[in-house]
C-alpha cells in the first residue's frame, strides 16, 4: 500500500488520505489473470452504463416535471426546445436497453464459466441485488413520461402485489397512494427513480470489492497461482476495456441516432388515458422472458411467485451447481445445457412478446392469431420454456454435478500443457477433490 | 481452441434463431400498411423544404378545422424555413383567447409567434361534441404514435398516407355502422372521420397539383417533422458522432495491439 | 509491467506518439460529450420565445406607473410628470455614484423604463404606488438595505453600486413599448 508517488502534493494527501495508493493498488497494480477473453469487458462496460444513466438523468431531471398533468409535455418540451434535450433523452431511454444488454451478457459469461463458485458466491449475489434493483428503477423510469404504456405497466405490475392472499390489496393502495395509479404513484416513483440508482452504485461498490478480495475469475476457470499467471490491471485491461467502450459505443450511438424509439413502444406516444387500455400491454424487452414466466402459470399467485422465483434462484445457484470445475470448457454435457438455457431464454422472450392465444407454426415460422393452424400456442410454448427454464437449475444443475464427466482442466494459466509441470505449491492451492479427479483422468 | 470457436458458433446459431424467430413474431395488423419511400428516411435523409410548406398548408387549410396540434407553436415554422415576417403573419391570422387583464376580463387578441398553434375547440367535451361523440387526436405526435412497431417497421407517414387514401367504397358484405365511413387503411375499416381530401382541397403556391394522393404525402411528411423537429439535427449529429466513434475504436484497438505485444 | 518488453528508439516513439493520438482522441471525446449536458442548462428554446414583451403605455396616466414583468423580473414604467423630469435634468450636474444625465436614460422623456430590481443584492425597491416610500429622491427606495433612487432611478443614497438598470427597449409605435 505505499506507492511512491512523484508529486507532492499527492504524496502529502496521501500520508494523511490513503485514497491514491488504495487506487493505485485497487485499480492500477490489481492483478488480473492474463487470459481474460473480451466476455470479461462487459463488467466495466456496466460500470459505464451507469455512470451514463446517473449523468443523463440528473441532467432530465432539471428539465423534468413530475405530475399528471405535466408529465407528458415536460418529456415533449425536453424533445422540441430544451438544447439538446432530444439527446439526453435519448441517450437516457436507450441507455437502459443497453444497460440490460450488458448485464445479461455479464450474467451469461457468469454462469458458463462458472464465475458463481466459491469463493465467489457472495460476489455472484450482490450481483443478483444488482439485477434486481436495475429492474426496479427501470421499471419505474419508464412510467415518468405518462404516455400510455407507463400508465398502463404501472397498472398491472403494481397490480402484482394483489395476488397476495389478505394484505395484497391493502400493498397494492399503498404503493397507489390511492386508488388507482395517479399523481401520488407518479410522484413517489420519480422519488424513488432518482433514489434508487444512487443505492445501486452503493451495491456495485460492495461487488468490486467482493471482486478484488479473490480477483476475476478466468476463461479456464481455475485460480491463479503466482505472479506468472496474472498482468497488472493497467495498462493492460485499461486499454482493452477503451477497446470495447469502442465498440460497445458505436452499437449503442446506432440506437440513439438512428433507431431511437425502436426498442420502445409506439403507444407512448400518446398521453396517459385511465379509461382506455392499448390493445396489446407489453413491457420493455428486457422484462419478456419474466412476463412470459408469470403469464405461463396459470394461476395468479402462483404465477406471480414464479416471476420472482425465477430471479431469486439464481441466489441459490451457487449450491446447486456442486460441479468442482468452473468453466464450461471442460464440462462437455454442461456446455449443451447452458446454450440451451440462452436459446429457452430468448424463447421466453418472444413468449412474452405475443398475446398468449396466438400460434407459432414451425413451417411458416409465422406467430399468428389461432386459426387452426398447425403449431403451438404462445403461451404452451411459455410453459415449456418455463419448465426448462427452472429445470436448468433445480434439476439439470445438480444431477450434472453428480454424474458428468469433466474434461481434464489445466494445472495453471500460464502453462496450459495439462498436467504438465505443475509446481507443488500450485497443487496445494488448488480445491484437492478437484485436482485428485483431474489427475485421474489423465 | 475449440472452446473458443464452440463458444462462437453458439453465439452465432443463437443470434441467428432469436434474429428469425422475431422477424417472424412482428404482430400482424388487420391493416396492411404499404411502405413507401420517403426523402427523410436513410442516414443521410432530409425533409423537402417546399414539401414540409405544403403540407402545412395542408394541415392549416383542412386538418386544422377540426384537429388541435397543441406541442407546436408558429415559431417553430421558421425551422422548416419560413421567415420571421411569415410566421409573424400566420400567428397574427387567428384570433386567440388572453388574460385576465387588469380588470379581470379574457380578451381576445391576435395570435403571437409564441402562442401554440391556435385549437379548434376549447376543450375534449366541445370537441367531442362537435363531431359526433368521436374525438379527432391531437396531431403533435400522430407520426410517431402510429408507426409500427419493431424493427424494420412501417413510418407514421406510411400509416397517415394509407388513411387519409384509404377512403373505398365498402364491399358489398360490409355492415357499417351509421356515421362511419368504409377506410381501408384503417384498424377494423371503420373510421369515424369523413374523407377529409378531395382533389383540388387546397391550392398550392407552388403549382403543384392538388390530387389526394400528393395532399396526403405532403401532410404525412409535415406530421412526421412535427412529431419531432430536432429529426434532421439528430441524424446529422449522429453521422459524426460514429465517424468519431469508428476512428476512437481503431486508435484504441492500436494501442491494445502494441500493449499487449509482449503478452502471450 | 510493459516497460521491459520496450526497445528503445524508433519503437518507442511511434508508441508514444499512439499514446498520445489516443489520450487527445479520448480527451476530444469525453469533452464533446459533456458540451450538450453543460448546454441543455442554458434558456431553452420556448424561454428564449418569451424574451421579449410588448407593453401598451398610453393608458399610463402621469404621474402613475405600472410594473410588468418581463424575463421573471420586474419591470418599472413611469409617466414622469414634467416635475419629476425637470428635477431629474437638474441633477446631472450632481456628484453620484454612478453618473449619467438623464437623457441617457429614456428614450422618450416622460416615459422611465426600468429594471425593477436593486443593484445591490436584488431586492425590488419601492415607490411604484402612491402610498409607498419613494425615498429622498422622489423616485425608490429599497426597504432591504435602505438604497435610494432619484427620479431617472440614479442610485442617490445607501449601499447599492449602480443605477437602475434600463433594459433594450424600443417604441414598436408611438404608445407600445417593445421590450427585450
Not at chain 1, 359 to 364: A, K
Not at chain 2, 45 to 67: E, M, P
Not at chain 3, 145 to 159: A, C, E, F, N
Request: one cysteine or more; glycine letters at 8%.
Amino acid at each position: 500500500m505505499s506507492a511512491n508517488f512523484k508529486n507532492p502534493v499527492i504524496r502529502w494527501i496521501d500520508h494523511r488520505l490513503p485514497v491514491f495508493s488504495y487506487l493505485h493498488h485497487e485499480a492500477n497494480e490489481y492483478p488480473t489473470p492474463k487470459n481474460l477473453s473480451y466476455w470479461w469487458n462487459f463488467g466495466s462496460l456496466a460500470g459505464f452504463m451507469l455512470v451514463v444513466m446517473m449523468a443523463s438523468g440528473i441532467f432530465l431531471a432539471m428539465q423534468y416535471t413530475p405530475h399528471v398533468d405535466m408529465a407528458f409535455n415536460s418529456v415533449e418540451r425536453i424533445m422540441r426546445d430544451v438544447n439538446y434535450g432530444w439527446l439526453m433523452r435519448y441517450i437516457h431511454m436507450n441507455g437502459a436497453s443497453m444497460f440490460f444488454v450488458v448485464v445479461y451478457i455479464h450474467m451469461f459469461r457468469g454462469l458458463y464459466f462458472g464465475s458463481y463458485k466459491a469463493p465467489r458466491e457472495l460476489l455472484w449475489q450482490i450481483g443478483v441485488v444488482i439485477l434486481l434493483l436495475m429492474m426496479a428503477t427501470a421499471f419505474m423510469g419508464y412510467v415518468l413520461p405518462w404516455g400510455q404504456m407507463s400508465f398502463w405497466g404501472a397498472t398491472v405490475i403494481t397490480n402484482l402485489f394483489s395476488a397476495l392472499p389478505v394484505v395484497g390489496k391493502h400493498i397494492v393502495t399503498l404503493l397507489w397512494g390511492g386508488f388507482s395509479v395517479d399523481n401520488p404513484t407518479l410522484n413517489r416513483f420519480f422519488s424513488l427513480h432518482y433514489l434508487l440508482p444512487f443505492v445501486l452504485l452503493g451495491v456495485v461498490v460492495l461487488h468490486v470489492i467482493a471482486l478484488h478480495r479473490f480477483g476475476s475469475n478466468n476463461p479456464i476457470g481455475i485460480d491463479t497461482k503466482g505472479p506468472q499467471d496474472t498482468i497488472p490491471f493497467h495498462p493492460y485491461y485499461t486499454v482493452k476495456d477503451m477497446f470495447g467502450l469502442g465498440v460497445f459505443m458505436i452499437f449503442y450511438a446506432y440506437w440513439i441516432f438512428y433507431a431511437p424509439v425502436t426498442l420502445g413502444d409506439p403507444d407512448n406516444f400518446i398521453p396517459a388515458n385511465p379509461l382506455s387500455t392499448p390493445q396489446h400491454i407489453v413491457p420493455e424487452w428486457y422484462f419478456l422472458p419474466f412476463y412470459a414466466i408469470l403469464r405461463s402459470i396459470p394461476d395468479k399467485l402462483l404465477g406471480v411467485l414464479a416471476m420472482f422465483a425465477s430471479i431469486l434462484v439464481l441466489l441459490v445457484l451457487p449450491w446447486l451447481d456442486r460441479s468442482p470445475v468452473r468453466s464450461g470448457r471442460y464440462r462437455p454435457a454442461f456446455k449443451w445445457f447452458f446454450w440451451m438455457l440462452a436459446f429457452d431464454c430468448a424463447i421466453l422472450t418472444i413468449c412474452g412478446k405475443n398475446p398468449p392465444d396466438w400460434i407459432w407454426s414451425p413451417l411458416s415460422l409465422s406467430i399468428a392469431p389461432d386459426e387452426g393452424q398447425a403449431g403451438i400456442s404462445i403461451i404452451a410454448m411459455g410453459q415449456l420454456a418455463t419448465t426448462y427454464y427452472f429445470g436448468y437449475f433445480l434439476v439439470i444443475l445438480p444431477l450434472l454435478s453428480i454424474f458428468e464427466k469433466a474434461l481434464p482442466v489445466p494445472l495453471s494459466i500460464s502453462r496450459p500443457v495439462l498436467g504438465g509441470g505443475g509446481s507443488h505449491a500450485a497443487i496445494a492451492s488448488a480445491p484437492a477433490k478437484n485436482l485428485a479427479k483431474t489427475m485421474e483422468k489423465l | 481452441m475449440g472452446a473458443k470457436t464452440l463458444l462462437l458458433k453458439g453465439i452465432t446459431a443463437l443470434v441467428g434463431v432469436t434474429a428469425i424467430l422475431f422477424v417472424a413474431a412482428s404482430p400482424k395488423h388487420d391493416v396492411h400498411v404499404e411502405k413507401e419511400s420517403w426523402s427523410f428516411q436513410g442516414f443521410f435523409g432530409k425533409f423537402d423544404q417546399a414539401q414540409l410548406h405544403r403540407g402545412f398548408q395542408v394541415y392549416k387549410d383542412v386538418c386544422s378545422a377540426c384537429h388541435s396540434m397543441n406541442l407546436l407553436s408558429y415559431r417553430n415554422l421558421q425551422e422548416i424555413g419560413f421567415s420571421e415576417a411569415q410566421v409573424k403573419e400566420i400567428a397574427a391570422s387567428v384570433t386567440t383567447m388572453d388574460g385576465p387583464n387588469d380588470e379581470g376580463e379574457m380578451f381576445e387578441r391576435p395570435g403571437k409567434p409564441s402562442d401554440r398553434f391556435h385549437a379548434p375547440f376549447p376543450n375534449e367535451q366541445a370537441a367531442r361534441a362537435g363531431n359526433n361523440g368521436a374525438l379527432p387526436p391531437d396531431l403533435s405526435l400522430i407520426a410517431r404514435s402510429r408507426a409500427g412497431k419493431g424493427f424494420g417497421a412501417y413510418e407514421g407517414a406510411d400509416y397517415i398516407h394509407g388513411v387519409l387514401t384509404g377512403y373505398k367504397e365498402p364491399p358489398a358484405d360490409f355492415k357499417l355502422t351509421e356515421g362511419m365511413n368504409y377506410n381501408e387503411g384503417f384498424a377494423g375499416h371503420q373510421i369515424a372521420m369523413p374523407a377529409p381530401l378531395s382533389e383540388g382541397a387546397v391550392t398550392y403556391e407552388d403549382g403543384t397539383q392538388a390530387t389526394v394522393d400528393q395532399m396526403a404525402r405532403d401532410v404525412s411528411v409535415f406530421l412526421t417533422w412535427a412529431g419531432e423537429p430536432n429529426y434532421e439535427s439528430r441524424i446529422r449529429t449522429g453521422l459524426k458522432a460514429m465517424l468519431f466513434l469508428i476512428a476512437f475504436t481503431l486508435i484504441a484497438y492500436a494501442a491494445k495491439r502494441k500493449i499487449w505485444a509482449s503478452i502471450h | 509491467m510493459a516497460d521491459h518488453a520496450q526497445s528503445p528508439g524508433d519503437q518507442s516513439t511511434r508508441r508514444d506518439f499512439l499514446f498520445l493520438t489516443a489520450a487527445s482522441v479520448t480527451a476530444f471525446g469525453a469533452a464533446s460529450a459533456v458540451w450538450p449536458f453543460v448546454s441543455s442548462m442554458n434558456p431553452s428554446k420556448d424561454v428564449l420565445a418569451l424574451s421579449s414583451i410588448e407593453v401598451d403605455v398610453g393608458q399610463v396616466a402621469e404621474g402613475q406607473a405600472i410594473t410588468v414583468k418581463w424575463r421573471g423580473k420586474p419591470v418599472f414604467i413611469r409617466h414622469r410628470t414634467a416635475a419629476e423630469i425637470e428635477q431629474a435634468k437638474k441633477d446631472d450636474a450632481v456628484e453620484m455614484r454612478d453618473p449619467q444625465p438623464d437623457e441617457k436614460r429614456a428614450i422618450k422623456p416622460e416615459f422611465l423604463v426600468l429594471v425593477g430590481v436593486c443593484t445591490h443584492l436584488g431586492c425590488v425597491p419601492l415607490g411604484q404606488k402612491d402610498s409607498e416610500p419613494k425615498g429622498e429622491f422622489g423616485g425608490w427606495y429599497c426597504p432591504c438595505h435602505g438604497s435610494q433612487y432619484d427620479t431617472s432611478g440614479r442610485i442617490r443614497k445607501g449601499p447599492a453600486p449602480l443605477n437602475l438598470e434600463v433594459p433594450t427597449y424600443q417604441y414598436a409605435s408611438d404608445t407600445v413599448v417593445k421590450i427585450g
